[in-house]
């Protein structure tokens, strides 16, 4: 189903947006979310025990992941998104909540040929948020200069503008780096194009899981303007007392 996306964000470039407040996107005890901007694919709900008390403990701002193998998993086996393209804009909102096994992945990116795209995460470094990127089975890494304790809602941006990469962490710019590959995020074609949420990229069986909150998610095919990512920001703050 779409949505009217109020309170208003940008819509220019969205390709994928899911939100588990909406209800045209999620209906409490389902195992499925909806995509709100293209309705090319679901994300299917992965471990989560006792979805409606996660839930709903929440004051359905958002889905509880307990960090051991909870996840989503979105477009698998699908024609979806975007042609290839080095522009892309990942803006999620969510309650970092403790201890997990490794860095925390929120979003990732990524096709069966192993490699990531582009991605976002917490806690690689101390309490640091990141952005992944480019091709290499290591992934580059652009971290977010300060710490950001747990305990908290964010709101964590990356946008890829050919070999620019930056991260915001609400609504402040936290670092820019050079993507020396360049690397397209192609994802027009159906060769396992995958979006997993709260896992890291490699298979279900994933060691870098979120322990915290997801709320929503918004793919761009093209890099946001600060301007754009202060519109966003600004239009759901209030949501996570912001």
């Not at 929440?58 to 080095?86: P, V």
């Not at 990116?109 to 976002?120: E, L, Q």
């Not at 609400?170 to 060769?191: F, H, K, M, P, W």
Request: with cysteine; proline share 1%; aromatic share 10%.
């Amino acid at each position: 189903m779409a949505s009217s996306f109020s309170p208003k964000i940008v819509t220019d470039g969205l390709v994928y947006a899911i939100d588990m407040a909406d209800q045209n996107s999620y209906q409490h005890l389902s195992t499925t979310v909806s995509d709100l901007a293209t309705n090319k694919a679901d994300a299917t709900i992965h471990n989560v025990g006792s979805i409606g008390d996660a839930y709903i403990e929440n004051d359905r701002k958002g889905l509880s992941f307990d960090g051991t193998n909870d996840l989503l998993l979105a477009g698998e086996d699908t024609q979806f998104l975007c042609q290839s393209t080095q522009d892309a804009t990942i803006s999620w909102w969510g309650y970092i909540d403790g201890s997990h096994s490794g860095a925390a992945r929120m979003v990732v990116i990524h096709k069966t040929d192993g490699f990531s795209r582009f991605g976002i995460g917490w806690g690689h470094t101390d309490t640091k948020f990141f952005a992944s990127y480019n091709q290499s089975d290591t992934h580059s890494r652009l971290q977010s200069t300060n710490n950001f304790a747990v305990g908290n809602w964010y709101n964590t941006v990356a946008t890829k503008q050919g070999a620019t990469v930056k991260l915001f962490i609400n609504n402040v710019l936290e670092g820019t780096a050079t993507d020396q590959t360049q690397s397209d995020i192609d994802l027009s074609t159906a060769a396992n194009t995958t979006i997993m949420y709260n896992n890291y990229p490699t298979d279900l069986g994933g060691q870098e899981f979120l322990q915290g909150v997801f709320a929503c998610c918004h793919l761009y095919d093209r890099a946001l303007t600060v301007e754009e990512i202060n519109q966003n920001f600004n239009a759901q703050r209030s949501r996570f007392g912001l």
